[in-house]
């Protein structure tokens, strides 16, 4: 079985800081997928950043960036210089190989972000 | 860039009815999935298809039902729409590199 755990349920940031969202990821499979989707107001749900459990690097896209630390089934979700536009929804999802890449969504952050 | 279209954003329906709300991706993925999403519970996989005609249950199959005619269309059928169906769906295709890519979501009501 696979679980997806999101434990803060809302976030605050103000414009310009930083804020790090927490997900943990729990499997009994060895090879894995892990994501975080961004879902705006009312706007579509789109790929904020993807890790695969078997690099060794942590990922980064421009000011998005994952802490993944596989011992503690951690996969946190770091926000640099928030913008406005980083408020959303955020999901933290994960799909091992073996389960036909089917994903485990956890249960969302809503992130605001003050100016 | 990937196109992932759902056939209505809103759609209100009553108690009994059949309902279908159509999926259509551009990119020629083989994997479809059709997700419902209510607050704090995230999203919750309905059903999903990995090939034309070819389906399987997710976690919450009861009270739909999926078609796959072709490859590009994934359709969810609620048989007779009841209240406890009101929520938001999400359909999604996913790609080889198992990054899933959404619609914009349809929301229904059902009264």
């Known amino acids: 079985a696979q679980t997806v755990t999101q434990s803060q349920p809302e976030m605050s940031v103000q414009e310009a800081e930083t804020v790090t969202l927490s997900c943990t990821y729990d499997?009994?499979?060895?090879?894995?997928?892990l994501f975080w989707y961004k879902q705006p107001p009312s706007r579509q749900m789109i790929l904020v950043i993807r890790?695969?459990?078997?690099?060794?690097q942590n990922a980064t896209e421009n000011r998005f960036s994952v802490n993944f630390q596989k011992a503690a089934k951690s996969f946190s979700l770091k926000i640099s210089d928030s913008q406005l536009g980083d408020a959303a929804m955020y999901f933290c999802?994960?799909?091992?190989?073996?389960?036909?890449?089917?994903?485990?969504f956890g249960k969302g952050t809503k992130l605001s972000v003050k100016p | 860039d990937v196109k992932v279209t759902q056939s209505s954003r809103y759609l209100v329906k009553r108690t009994g009815e059949k309902v279908f709300l159509e999926c259509v991706q551009d990119?020629?993925?083989?994997?479809m999935f059709w997700y419902r999403q209510d607050p704090g519970l995230g999203l919750r996989l309905i059903y999903f298809?990995?090939?034309?005609?070819?389906?399987e249950k997710g976690d919450i199959p009861e009270g739909y039902s999926v078609s796959r005619e072709k490859k590009e269309r994934f359709s969810l059928i609620l048989e007779s729409a009841s209240t406890n169906q009101t929520s938001m769906y999400l359909c999604?295709?996913?790609?080889?590199?198992?990054?899933?890519?959404f619609g914009p979501g349809t929301r229904l009501t059902v009264t």
């Open positions: 890790q695969e459990a078997y690099k060794q």
């Open positions: 499997t009994s499979e060895s090879d894995y997928y």
């Open positions: 990119m020629d993925h083989e994997n």
């Open positions: 999604a295709s996913r790609d080889s590199a198992r990054e899933q890519y």
């Open positions: 999802a994960g799909g091992g190989i073996e389960s036909q890449g089917n994903l485990i």
């Open positions: 298809s990995y090939d034309v005609k070819m389906k």
